[in-house]
Structure formats: C-alpha cells, structure tokens
C-alpha cells in the first residue's frame, strides 16, 4: 500500500510562485512512476506533469510547459512541482499520484495510488 501527502497550496497572486511537495510511504519509492494532476472548479481532472523513477523522462501538459517543474527526491520519499509564473487558471486541486511501476504515463487510469489533494488558488 502507498500512502501519499500534498502539501504547499495555498492563496496566491497572479505572476507568484509556489511549491507543491507530496511524500510518499513505501520503501520502493525509487521506482514508483509519480505524477500531478489538477482539477478546476467544474471541470475535469487534467493531466499537468508526471516523471520517471529515475527523473530522467518528465512530461508536461501544454497548459504550464515552461512555467512548471516536476522533481523528484527519491532519498526523501518526495516529488515536487516547483510552479512559477502562476495564472488564475491555475486555480484548481492538485494531486498528487503514484504507479509501482517505472514506466511513466500522462494518463490518468495508469496511476493507482492517490493523495487527498492541495488547493491552490491564484487571485487576479
């Protein structure tokens, strides 16, 4: 069983930063496949950045290419999304999610691990 924990949402401005970290248990983190997905109000939840166990392949929905970074610290069980250039479409809940397994995916069914979410809200 995988237990996963967002954390670093909260209210920000237009053009601010934020971090979002999300800790993983397990002792086989290393080789996890970890990703972030969002979900607006009303809307669906959205693919926004995934990564290899190894961080070597990373892949990024359109929307936040270039303003977004997803890392991943596999000595601290940790995966981050370093997200600058914030815009009010940000707004949404962030999850973060896990699949034992290296390969790494943009799709939201391969994932079968999930964390309760982190808000993160932009103001204009």
């Known amino acids: 069983q995988v237990q996963l924990v967002e954390s670093g949402g909260g209210l920000v401005q237009a053009g601010d930063s934020l971090r979002l970290s999300c800790l993983a248990s397990?002792?086989?983190?290393?080789?996890?496949?970890m990703g972030w997905f969002r979900q607006g109000p009303g809307k669906e939840r959205d693919f926004v950045a995934a990564?290899?166990?190894?961080?070597?392949?990373?892949f990024y929905a359109d929307s936040v290419k270039g303003r977004f970074t997803i890392s991943r610290d596999n000595v601290k069980n940790t995966m981050y999304l370093q997200m600058n250039s914030l815009k009010p479409e940000d707004t949404a809940l962030y999850y973060c999610?896990?699949?034992?397994?290296?390969?790494?995916?943009?799709?939201?069914?391969?994932?079968?691990?999930w964390g309760q979410g982190t808000q993160v809200t932009v103001s204009s």
């Open positions: 999610a896990a699949k034992t397994t290296t390969l790494v995916s943009r799709l939201e069914g391969w994932y079968n691990y």
């Open positions: 397990g002792r086989t983190f290393s080789s996890y496949a």
């Open positions: 990564i290899s166990w190894n961080g070597v392949t990373t």
